[in-house]
């Protein structure tokens, strides 16, 4: 089963709408982290956001913010006032536990194209 | 500054060739990854390190082997046996309980 999934195949928003980028996890563990990235047709992984398992709220970074519901087990990623520096492809990820085999885990990722 | 450096940037191999990349972290993080991603797909993961002399296999560690001798140095050898290795292979590191993963700038690696 995959650990990370994110089933939008590409989304697109206006340039100064909000838009939301959805994520699901699936893990027993009861300590795990959830991570947003950002890649930009350069390659690189820019860290956007973070969220942990004990996390009582929602993770916010300026104009991104992190929609936790940990029952339905899902971490939407919304971007509020999107600019056109925004398209790119975002990622999902999550870590689990803090032990020694704890690994990060990435999904498939979603292409955002942001039309001006 | 600290950071991850990954070196070659862009890197080709004749078949049948072994060939190593280098990834190398100053931020004294305990765990470091490796990643391979294809063109339009996600990061998956080869294999991870925990700690000095120790490593698990990731989802797609065939074909690949990798060392830990140095908490700083995580090189990945791409083996012969891998029998498409054409993509970009990206490095990332974390502090034992970190909150968030450091990227290098990757590896593209090219089999001509």
């Known amino acids: 089963a995959q650990k990370i999934t994110q089933t939008q195949p590409g989304m697109f928003v206006q340039e100064k709408e909000a838009v939301t980028l959805d994520c699901t996890y699936d893990t027993s563990d009861p300590s795990y982290g959830l991570f947003w990235y950002k890649q930009p047709s350069s390659g690189e992984m820019i860290f956007l956001i973070y969220?942990?398992?004990?996390?009582?709220q929602n993770a916010t970074e300026g104009r991104y913010s992190l929609n936790f519901q940990k029952a339905r087990k899902s971490a939407n990623l919304v971007i509020s006032a999107s600019q056109l520096g925004d398209s790119a492809m975002y990622f999902c990820?999550?870590?689990?536990?803090?032990?020694?085999?704890?690994?990060?885990?990435f999904g498939k990722g979603i292409t955002l194209s942001v039309r001006p | 500054d600290g950071g991850i450096t990954q070196s070659p940037k862009y890197l080709f191999r004749k078949e049948g060739q072994n060939v190593t990349l280098s990834c190398e972290q100053n931020?004294?993080?305990?765990?470091m990854y490796w990643y391979r991603q294809d063109p339009g797909q996600g990061l998956r993961l080869i294999y991870y390190s925990q700690i000095v002399n120790d490593f698990q296999k990731g989802d797609i560690a065939e074909g690949y082997s990798v060392s830990r001798e140095k908490k700083e140095s995580f090189p990945l050898t791409v083996t012969s046996a891998q029998k498409n290795p054409t993509a970009f292979y990206l490095c990332?590191?974390?502090?034992?309980?970190?909150?968030?993963?450091?990227f290098g700038q990757g590896t593209r690696l090219t089999v001509v």
């Open positions: 990332a590191s974390t502090p034992a309980r970190g909150t968030e993963a450091f």
């Open positions: 990820a999550m870590r689990e536990g803090p032990g020694a085999n704890s690994k990060l885990t």
């Open positions: 969220q942990g398992s004990y996390d009582q």
């Open positions: 931020l004294n993080h305990d765990a």
